[in-house]
């Protein structure tokens, strides 16, 4: 299975824009890149997700290498509800089961200061 | 609010009870997932159903066993369980035949085995 190395925390102050790096260097050509969050005591959240164009949501950006092997999760302005262990995933589909099998990496714990 | 609802949402068994960990959602998704997570690490994947059949098993312990009645419906019984196998329990849920494989945790049940 691909993997994917993020580095293990960050700190940014309230309201600057935060970058979250992920490495995936062994990504195959059909991966697509999601991004789960997961605040304090609550299941994972999605965030974002994309295959080789930068796309945008209402919750971040998500800014792809040309060769995808590592892409930036960016959270505009962060607030302290955005303190939460930031998970990049390297999304594999089963033909046919219409299943898709994510597999969590260690993660990014995001600490924003007021 | 999650629309994956998990009961209970904690419970504390010993190891000789028999137990059960109950997952609903009626978003019409056909895939139905379990993950467990142990203190700061993150989720593992244990089982995925896909349209009620079981289509993945991590290779988890037959101690822990799952069950589809229905598409909304997820179980996972549990027996004989270990110390080692305190931990939240999550369920997750996917609609199939889309690009975004988003899948939908709910809060989790953590469980503790005495």
């Known amino acids: 299975d691909a993997k994917t190395t993020q580095p293990n925390s960050m700190e940014s102050n309230e309201e600057e824009p935060v970058h979250l790096p992920c490495n995936h260097s062994?990504?195959?050509?059909?991966?697509?890149i999601h991004w789960y969050r997961q605040l304090p005591s609550q299941g994972p959240e999605y965030v974002i997700h994309?295959?080789?164009s930068n796309v945008n949501n209402r919750m971040a950006s998500l800014a792809i290498a040309e060769d995808r092997k590592s892409s930036t999760l960016i959270l505009h302005r962060a607030t302290l509800r955005d303190a939460a262990v930031y998970y990049c995933?390297?999304?594999?589909?089963?033909?046919?089961?219409?299943?898709?099998?994510?597999?969590f990496g260690k993660g990014t714990k995001l600490s924003v200061i007021p | 609010d999650t629309e994956v609802t998990q009961t209970p949402k904690h419970l504390v068994m010993g190891m000789t009870n028999k137990k059960s960990l109950k997952c609903e959602q009626h978003?019409?998704?056909?895939?139905m997932y379990w993950y467990k997570q142990k203190a700061k690490k993150p989720p593992e994947l244990m089982f995925v159903y896909s349209y009620e059949k079981l289509s993945i098993n991590e290779s988890v312990p037959s101690r822990f066993s799952p069950e589809c009645p229905n598409s909304s419906l997820l179980n996972l019984h549990l027996h004989a369980l270990q110390p080692e196998d305190s931990a939240l329990y999550l369920c997750?849920?996917?609609?199939?035949?889309?690009?975004?494989?988003?899948?939908?945790f709910g809060e989790g049940s953590r469980l503790t085995v005495l």
């Open positions: 995933i390297l999304r594999v589909t089963y033909s046919g089961a219409g299943s898709y099998q994510l597999t």
């Open positions: 997750a849920s996917s609609q199939d035949r889309t690009n975004t494989g988003e899948l939908f």
């Open positions: 978003m019409g998704h056909r895939a």
């Open positions: 994309g295959l080789t």
């Open positions: 062994t990504i195959s050509g059909t991966d697509y």
